[in-house]
């Protein structure tokens, strides 16, 4: 018995072993001929080894068939997968020796190159593979002719052209992505020869003309997309019924016009339907023959479709999705029969949607019953009344309407509504009583209204508030942070409150606060230190900033510029590692620099002016200080000494890496975490003065970048460090002592916008590298002691006079008429010059003139007796004028060299 036991066990131990065998992929060993192609083939690769995991572990010492990304057959090469290797370089042609390839995938390399048309031969090519190459040049049509060919993905490669041939004989094709380039032409009509397509993907493209009919005969397609492509023809006369596989079908952003089949909405396995983006019009047509329970997405925003939407579009009873958004609608069936029982997001936003909704006791039964509605951007004056009876709702979108008079009280107690957005409507107060309720809001925006009275606070649950630009009067609530015990952001910003702050908003366990664009008044709670985002700018506070910020400060954001505020810097400020914004600029704040923030890296924009800060900004050991700065506003302070340029080189923000392009750098907006679905977040807003004007700066873009150092007590030379700022956009060094020249190194700014030097000390000539400055709008170099002429270019031609003014030295257009004879530059007058009086006799100007007759008499006298004089004269001339005119030592500095070497000959 236990014989036959160990028998069996052995006999199942061979089959395991037989079946791991076979399932392993089998390998025949490789021809030498091809194992050495393949390692001809990684030396002529471009490729950067410490990402490779393919080619990097190819060599002679093993087997080719072995080696990662190959696959063989009888000794032969069938699939060749190197993608993703950081391949650089064209396709070899050493490529059309692999005659036996089956599988050729490039994708995600960098080949930069056209696509050699030898894949043509390739007898047995079933899939080519070339996705995301950087391909150019026109695409080899034979390749598409191949018989054996099933897949072809050249999606991703903008700059490769092409067009689709006339398909004779592939019928074998079962997936086509060409989306994302630059394939245009006509859709050929034989592309309906393609019987077991299955996939086809012209997205991002250029093709024109209309959709053939003989797509109708791809019965096995099962995903269309032509997105992006410039169709101009009606789509209502191709036979889409025949394509009764089709499960996806995605028209989005083409020039598509015309009605809308209504063929489209009965393909049996149809489940997601874009045609966004296009310009059908007319009517939706009417669905009553139509019944579909597997299509769940439609998507037609984006048309010019007009005119009530049918209750028939119902009978499509597995809706899920419903867009219909940026339209002209005028009415949609909200109570009508047959409603879809799982409809999950309605958005009819940007429509001309009326008050067509309020009726006299409507039944709950009889009212579409939906999750996520947005009724945004329509003409609504009023509540619709069907929202009463709403039982599953829970986010509602009505803003940007008509809506005026008071928020009904019935809106609160829907108990699935977790999101509410009201915002720019013409609402003026809440209807009572609001007390005692049990609202389950989590997110409430009543921002841009006008709302009056008191603030109402009874949403004790909610953790997103946004009472923002309406005309709240009244002072805080003293218990305020009694009502806000879970509130994430709270904004009460552009209203018109007063008094003080309360100390019971410490309570608040909230990230942002924002009370910004009021008249509070007094002193700034200390307990205000532990949020994420404290905004006060625009108030009457008084007093210090609370330096009360410990060791566990979270603060990112802290903006009390445009107060009265006194004191000096808060020191505690530097446990705030996690600082991206600090403004404090406009207000009374006397202290040095702020060095003790050098090691917060984080740190993105820095406003300070307008204050009482003094001496050097220079820090001690700054070896990396703020490398995400890209604001810093030091103006009108009493700031004085040389800045120094390697304190600046650590800004890598504003600079650009070795290959030319801006380093790359996050700037955060601070995400309001919630658990309501709607997804606003605090944009940081900051004033600046660009181009002359003071501007506000709102939700601060992470591209944008400014110094201003202006009217301070700065002195010395200007950095030319300053010139690495290549993503600079504003520089305003002006009402400061600067001296020497403007640096040359300007000229690399290429996107600055506004500069501003005038009223230093400069001197100098105006660099000619600052006609480079193409993007230049706004230039100042006025009331310096600039000298010489002003660089000539399109760009300097543009700007006024003012921007040169005062500096006497200067001469040309727009000061000037143009010295076309090419007289010397101007002389700049003294400082110390004095007017005479008209009977007073100038020696200065007696000197001058009995020196110059004098000294021409003598020149004049030697140069005509003595040839050794007048040799060496026109050599010193001769040398003279070419080292005030190089390009002329160019053209005539061999002849006048070979003239005074004859001369010298022939003495």
């Not at 841009?448 to 630009?469: M, V």
């Not at 400060?553 to 020191?571: A, E, M, V, Y």
Request: aromatic letters at 10%; a neutral charge; hydrophobic letters at 40%.
């Amino acid at each position: 018995m236990r014989t036959l036991l160990h028998f069996f066990l052995f006999m199942m131990t061979i089959n395991l072993i037989q079946l791991y065998f076979e399932a392993i992929p089998v390998q025949s060993r490789c021809d030498e001929d091809q194992q050495s192609l393949l390692l001809r083939l990684k030396e002529t690769f471009i490729f950067n080894s410490s990402r490779s995991s393919k080619l990097i572990y190819w060599n002679s010492s093993t087997d080719c068939c072995s080696w990662a990304g190959v696959r063989c057959t009888d000794g032969l090469v069938t699939r060749l997968d190197i993608s993703g290797e950081s391949i650089s370089g064209p396709i070899h042609q050493s490529f059309a020796k692999l005659q036996s390839l089956s599988v050729l995938i490039l994708d995600d390399n960098d080949i930069s190159a056209p696509v050699p048309g030898f894949f043509a031969n390739f007898s047995s090519l079933t899939s080519l593979s070339l996705r995301g190459c950087n391909l150019y040049g026109t695409f080899p049509e034979e390749i598409f002719q191949v018989t054996t060919l099933q897949e072809v993905d050249l999606s991703d490669n903008p700059r490769l052209q092409g067009s689709l041939p006339e398909f004779l004989n592939n019928g074998s094709l079962q997936y086509l992505d060409l989306s994302s380039s630059k394939f245009s032409g006509f859709l050929p009509k034989s592309i309906g020869n393609l019987k077991m397509l299955s996939e086809l993907d012209l997205s991002g493209c250029n093709f024109t003309g209309s959709i053939p009919n003989s797509v109708a005969n791809l019965t096995q397609l099962n995903f269309l997309e032509l997105s992006l492509n410039s169709f101009n023809s009606p789509i209502d006369s191709i036979h889409w019924e025949n394509l009764v596989n089709l499960e996806f079908l995605e028209l989005y952003s083409n020039l598509l016009h015309g009605s809308i089949p209504l063929s489209l909405f009965s393909l049996p396995v149809l489940k997601d339907l874009i045609l966004s983006q296009n310009q059908f019009s007319g009517q939706l047509p009417e669905f009553a023959n139509i019944s579909s329970n597997l299509l769940w997405n439609i998507d037609l925003s984006g048309n010019y479709l007009e005119g009530p939407i049918p209750t028939s579009i119902f009978n499509l009873r597995g809706l899920l999705w419903l867009q219909l958004s940026s339209n002209h609608f005028s009415g949609f069936p909200f109570n009508g029969p047959q409603q879809p029982k799982n409809l999950f997001f309605l958005d009819l936003s940007n429509n001309n949607l009326l008050d067509d909704y309020n009726g006299s006791s409507p039944t709950s039964s009889s009212f579409l019953q939906i999750y996520n509605l947005v009724l945004s951007s329509n003409k609504l004056r009023a509540f619709p009344d069907f929202l009463r009876n709403q039982s599953r709702l829970t986010y509602l979108d009505l803003s940007e309407n008509q809506i005026q008079g008071e928020i009904p009280n019935w809106i609160w107690k829907l108990n699935s509504l977790l999101a509410l957005n009201l915002s720019y409507n013409s609402l003026t107060t809440l209807q009572g009583p609001l007390h005692n309720l049990t609202s389950n809001l989590l997110a409430l925006d009543l921002r841009s209204n006008n709302l009056q009275g008191k603030i109402p606070l009874f949403l004790s649950s909610a953790t997103y508030l946004d009472y923002s630009r309406n005309n709240f009067s009244s002072t805080i609530p003293a218990d305020i942070g009694n009502f806000l015990p879970s509130t994430a952001f709270f904004s009460l910003s552009s209203n018109n409150l007063h008094g003080i702050i309360p100390p019971s908003i410490c309570n608040v366990s909230g990230l942002v606060l924002d009370l910004s664009n009021n008249s509070l008044s007094g002193m700034i709670p200390e307990c205000l230190t532990r949020l994420s985002v404290l905004n006060l700018r625009r108030n009457n506070l008084t007093g210090p900033i609370p330096d009360k910020f410990n060791e566990f400060c979270g603060l990112q954001t802290l903006d009390l510029s445009r107060n009265q505020i006194q004191g000096q810097f808060p020191k505690s400020l530097v446990n705030c590692t996690q600082l991206e914004v600090v403004n404090l600029g406009n207000n009374q704040i006397t202290d040095t620099f702020p060095c003790l923030l050098k090691n917060i890296s984080t740190l993105c924009v820095l406003v300070l002016r307008s204050n009482k800060f003094y001496g050097r900004i220079g820090c001690p050991e700054a070896n990396g200080t703020w490398p995400m700065l890209q604001i810093i506003d030091l103006a009108y302070n009493n700031l004085s000494g040389e800045i120094a340029g390697t304190s600046l080189t650590t800004w890598k923000a504003m600079m650009v890496d070795k290959d030319g392009s801006p380093v790359h750098f996050e700037f955060s907006y601070h995400q309001v975490r919630r658990r309501g679905p709607i997804s606003d977040y605090y944009g940081d807003a900051v004033t600046i003065t660009s181009k002359g004007l003071e501007m506000d700066l709102v939700k601060i873009r992470n591209f944008f970048t400014l110094i201003d150092f202006s009217c301070n007590e700065f002195n010395g030379s200007i950095p030319e460090e300053m010139g690495e700022f290549k993503s600079l956009h504003v520089l305003n060094l002006s009402c400061n002592a600067f001296t020497g020249e403007i640096p040359s190194s300007f000229g690399n700014m290429r996107v600055l916008e506004s500069l501003d030097l005038s009223k230093n000390n400069l001197s100098g000539q105006i660099p000619p590298q600052l006609a480079n400055l193409t993007f230049l709008s706004f230039l100042n170099l006025s009331n310096n002691q600039l000298v010489g002429r002003i660089p000539t270019s399109t760009q300097f031609s543009t700007f006024p006079k003012a921007s040169f003014a005062g500096n006497k030295g200067l001469w040309g257009p727009p000061l000037t008429a143009d010295d076309k004879a090419g007289l010397p530059v101007p002389p700049a007058a003294s400082n110390e010059s004095r007017q005479s009086s008209g009977h007073e006799i100038n020696w200065d100007l007696i000197s001058v003139e009995i020196g110059f007759v004098f000294g021409f008499g003598v020149a004049i006298g030697s140069l005509a007796f003595y040839k050794r004089w007048r040799n060496w004269y026109y050599k010193a001339t001769l040398n003279i004028i070419f080292k005030m005119f190089p390009q002329l030592h160019q053209r005539l500095g061999n002849r006048g060299r070979h003239v005074y070497i004859n001369q010298r000959r022939r003495r």
